[in-house]
């Protein structure tokens, strides 16, 4: 079966730019959740979605949103991006979120 | 507030080696994940566990909720394990959020 597709792989982008990244879930998932993965603060959660409702978020700023689609495909934006936002992109999907994750590849964004 | 704390921090061991992680967590969880990740970003999920002990092939986790402490043994330890292993509890308030450790870097020499 397909896994989680995350998209772009790569982007680079300046500093006050806006990004979009992708995740596609397992098929039959309605779960999905975002981490963002630093050197300095390791692995951190953003938010989560379910039924295209976010039913959990991280402590990040408001510059960092999501949406999850009728298809349960979700993407999460940064806006007004800052270098420290240069990042590794990681979401997870499950079928309600508690019973085990499967990880998509990640994008890994640079902000210049 | 929950804190996640793995030891050690990095690893060294020769192949064949018995390999032992070790997680601590600062208050009640509903689950405990244990998460390998490997050069380039990819993670994959390894166990996620409530109670006592699961095994897949080389590997073993165990939790004791009361100690708030969980393992996970790699037997006959393989270059191919070298990796960082990540172990993340799953809040008991309701939520389905992550709470990560630092992680443990292994790696393992031929």
């Known amino acids: ?112 | 507030k929950n804190e996640v704390e793995q030891s050690p921090q990095n690893l060294t061991a020769q192949e064949g080696e018995f390999i032992t992680i070790n997680c601590s967590y600062s208050v009640g969880i509903s689950a405990l994940h244990w998460l390998q990740q490997h050069p380039g970003g990819g993670i994959v999920s390894l166990f996620m566990l409530s109670s006592g002990k699961k095994k897949h092939g080389r590997l073993i986790a165990t939790i004791n909720i009361q100690e708030k402490h969980s393992s996970l043994h790699i037997t006959a330890s393989h270059p191919r394990d070298s990796a960082v292993y990540i172990c993340a509890e799953v809040d008991q308030g309701g939520s389905e959020k992550l709470v990560f450790g630092k992680g443990t870097k292994l790696t393992v020499n031929p």
């Open chain 1, 1 to 112: 079966k397909a896994g989680v597709t995350q998209t772009p792989r790569y982007l680079i982008k300046t500093r006050g730019q806006q990004v979009t990244l992708s995740c596609s879930p397992i098929s039959g998932h309605r779960s999905v959740s975002w981490y963002q993965q630093t050197p300095g603060q390791g692995l951190q959660f953003l938010f989560e979605y379910f039924s295209e409702t976010q039913r959990n978020k991280g402590n990040f700023p408001g510059r960092f949103s999501g949406r999850q689609f009728s298809n349960s495909r979700s993407e999460m934006n940064v806006s007004t991006l800052e270098l420290g936002d240069s990042a590794l992109y990681l979401c997870a999907s499950s079928r309600d979120g508690g019973d085990g994750y499967t990880f998509g590849s990640g994008t890994r964004l640079t902000v210049v």
